[in-house]
T-cell receptor, first 118, second 111 residues
Framework: GAGVSQSPSNKVTEKGKDVELRCDPI?????LYWYRQSLGQGLEFLIY????????KSGLPSDRFSAERTGGSVSTLTIQRTQQEDSAVYLC????????????????FGPGTRLTVL | QKEVEQNSGPLSVPEGAIASLNCTYS??????FFWYRQYSGKSPELIMF????GDKEDGRFTAQLNKASQYVSLLIRDSQPSDSATYLC???????????FGAGTRLFVKA
């Protein structure tokens, strides 16, 4: 596709429910990132996938959060037993292999999923 | 100490002035530096990247990098109201495996 796509664009759920957020990166991009952005705040790094390497999960705020990336392409971020503090915009970004060559480092962001937990 | 620090602002400048946005980083081995712009309710988009010490110019934007001082800045000349946004500094860490974003500086350009 032309850019990073995310679905759904908006998700309203009740506290305690599980949600799945999807990211489809730019074709050929090997690196995929998930971020969270609360209203008026900066980007909070959640998780990073690079090719077939083990993901960097150091940013996941709790064990209720998990993510997978199937076939090195599409990624799903799952939040179990959602809490009100999980309400935020969840952004996905992709890039070519970072660090390989300086031209490959730029991240391209999707439009985000706005999650509201009631 | 945060890995990438920015003044949260807001920074307010009159139309036509130069806006100066600053960023410091803690990982001395970092090699790649980026400025992203984020309009309210939108996703971040890349403005510029810089890898070498000195200045890099692109239209009205100039990025400046000083690795010895661990400092990177973005200058916006002839600021326009349409430049009003949050500007995010991002640094690719040593090893080149993870990009760290600053919290962003909010810029207001007054007409």
């Amino acid at each position: 596709g032309a850019g990073v796509s995310q679905s759904p664009s908006n998700k309203v759920t009740e506290k305690g429910k599980d949600v799945e957020l999807r990211c489809d990166p730019i074709s050929g991009h090997t690196a995929l990132y998930w971020y969270r952005q609360s209203l008026g705040q900066g980007l909070e790094f959640l998780i990073y996938f690079q090719g077939n390497s083990a993901p960097d999960k150091s940013g996941l705020p709790s064990d209720r959060f998990s993510a997978e990336r199937t076939g090195g392409s599409v990624s799903t971020l799952t939040i179990q037993r959602t809490q009100q503090e999980d309400s935020a915009v969840y952004l996905c970004a992709s890039s070519f292999l970072p660090g390989l060559a300086k031209t490959t480092d730029t991240q391209y962001f999707g439009p985000g999923t706005r999650l509201t937990v009631l | 100490q945060k890995e990438v620090e920015q003044n949260s602002g807001p920074l307010s400048v009159p139309e036509g002035a130069i806006a100066s946005l600053n960023c410091t980083y803690s990982d001395r081995g970092s090699q790649s530096f980026f400025w992203y712009r984020q309009y309210s309710g939108k996703s971040p988009e890349l403005i510029m990247f810089i890898y070498s010490n000195g200045d890099k110019e692109d239209g009205r934007f100039t990025a400046q990098l000083n690795k010895a001082s661990q400092y990177v800045s973005l200058l916006i000349r002839d600021s326009q109201p349409s430049d009003s946004a949050t500007y995010l500094c991002a640094v690719l860490n040593t090893g080149g495996f993870k990009t760290i974003f600053g919290a962003g500086t909010r810029l207001f350009v007054k007409a």
